[in-house]
C-alpha cells in the first residue's frame, strides 16, 4: 500500500521564520504535489514536481518554494512565514496519469 | 487558468435520502477524478473517468463524466452516515496537472 508521510501533524511558528514542510513518499512515484486547504476553497495546488529537480507552479505559488533533490521527498518551504499561510497542508504522490495518494496533512499555524 | 466549480457546497440529507454533487470545469478535461475525505482525514482516491458520456458504479455511488468532457456527478442512492464526509472532484486538463473542485461537505442526520 502506498504510504505518504509528512514530517508533523501540527506545527506553531511565528511571523517572519522560515518553515520548512517535509514529504515523503515510499513508491518511487514520479510526481508529487503540496496544496493548501481551506474552508469553502477546496485543495489548492501551490507547487508539483514530475520528476527529481524539477517544478512546477501550481495556483497559488507566490510566498512558498520547493525542493525535490531526491524522488521520494518533497519539501514546502515558507521563505517568510505570514498569518495568512496559516492552513492545512496536503502531500501528495501518483505515478503518470493515475490517481492521487494523500498524505495526513499538516495543520500550520503562523502567530 | 483552468477553474472547476461543484456544487453545492454543503448538503445536509436524512439518512436514507439520495445525494447528488456536481462538478463543472471552464475547459474540456482529460479525465475526471473523484475522492472522498472523512472527517479528520485526508482526501481518498475513489475512482477516475477517460471516455465522453462515461458511467461507472460503485455500490450505491454512481459517476458520469458528460458527453463533453466538462462535466462530472456524482450521485449516492440512499446514504448512509458512513457517507459522511466532503466529496471532491479533479478535472486533468495539464500535463500531470489536476484542479481539485471546491467540494460538497455531506452530512447525513440518522
Known amino acids: 500500500d502506498v504510504k505518504v508521510t509528512q514530517s508533523s501533524r501540527y506545527l506553531v511558528k511565528r511571523t517572519g521564520e522560515k518553515v520548512f514542510l517535509e514529504c515523503v513518499q515510499d513508491m518511487d512515484h514520479e510526481n508529487m504535489f503540496w496544496y493548501r486547504q481551506d474552508p469553502g476553497l477546496g485543495l489548492r495546488l501551490i507547487y508539483f514536481?514530475?520528476?527529481?529537480?524539477?517544478?512546477e507552479k501550481g495556483d497559488i505559488p507566490e510566498g512558498y518554494s520547493v525542493s525535490r533533490e531526491k524522488k521520494e521527498r518533497f519539501s514546502l518551504i515558507l521563505e517568510s512565514a505570514s498569518t495568512n499561510q496559516t492552513s492545512m497542508y496536503l502531500c501528495a504522490s501518483s505515478s503518470l496519469n493515475q490517481p492521487q495518494h494523500f498524505g495526513d496533512g499538516t495543520r500550520l499555524s503562523i502567530l | 487558468g483552468q477553474q472547476v466549480m461543484q456544487i453545492p457546497q454543503y448538503q445536509h440529507v436524512q439518512e436514507g435520502e439520495d445525494f447528488t454533487t456536481y462538478c463543472n470545469s471552464s475547459?474540456?478535461?482529460?479525465?475526471i477524478q473523484w475522492y472522498k475525505q472523512r472527517p479528520g482525514g485526508h482526501p481518498v482516491f475513489l475512482i477516475q473517468?477517460?471516455?465522453?458520456?462515461e458511467v461507472k458504479k460503485q455500490k450505491r455511488l454512481t459517476f458520469q463524466f458528460g458527453e463533453a468532457k466538462k462535466n462530472s456527478s456524482l450521485h449516492i442512492t440512499a446514504t448512509q452516515t458512513t457517507d459522511v464526509g466532503t466529496y471532491f472532484c479533479?478535472?486533468?486538463?495539464?500535463?500531470?496537472?489536476?484542479?481539485f473542485g471546491t467540494g460538497t461537505k455531506l452530512q447525513v442526520i440518522p
Open positions: 475547459t474540456t478535461l482529460s479525465n
Open positions: 479533479a478535472g486533468a486538463g495539464g500535463y500531470q496537472k489536476v484542479t
Open positions: 473517468l477517460v471516455k465522453s458520456g
Open positions: 514536481s514530475y520528476d527529481v529537480k524539477m517544478k
